[in-house]
């Protein structure tokens, strides 16, 4: 299939973000817990806590829920909250994403089978794709 709206048989969808890094540290600065507490689930929190830079790993995680929004195509709103998307990591140390609530609702309905994310970041930026699959698991 081609055409200038197709996608390869299979991706769902794809989705990318860039994070300014200053703007989610002002935003832990001003907010604190009430911002962390909106955005992120406590496994994030813990794991961005023990970080000599925080912020930075605050910002690659608000890119990779950012992404994985779009890719569905909803973006964070009634269909798919910041609590609903969690970013984890495999064993080799590779970002995950693990879906509870509307997201695994959405998932489910959508026959979502993967998702996909990559993130990276520097001094300046978070930058983070995702790419959803349809189908049978691996």
Partial sequence: MTGKNSVPQGVAGIGIDIVENTRVAEALERHGDKFKERVFLKSEQDYCDQKASPALHYASRFAVKEAVSKAFGTGIGASLGWLDIEVTRLEAGAPAVRLLG?????????????????????????????????????
């Fill in 102 to 138: 509307k997201g695994a609702e959405l998932a489910k309905q959508m026959r979502i089978a993967n998702i996909f994310v990559s993130l990276s970041h520097t001094h300046r930026y978070a930058a983070a794709t995702a790419l959803l699959t349809i189908g049978d698991r691996p």
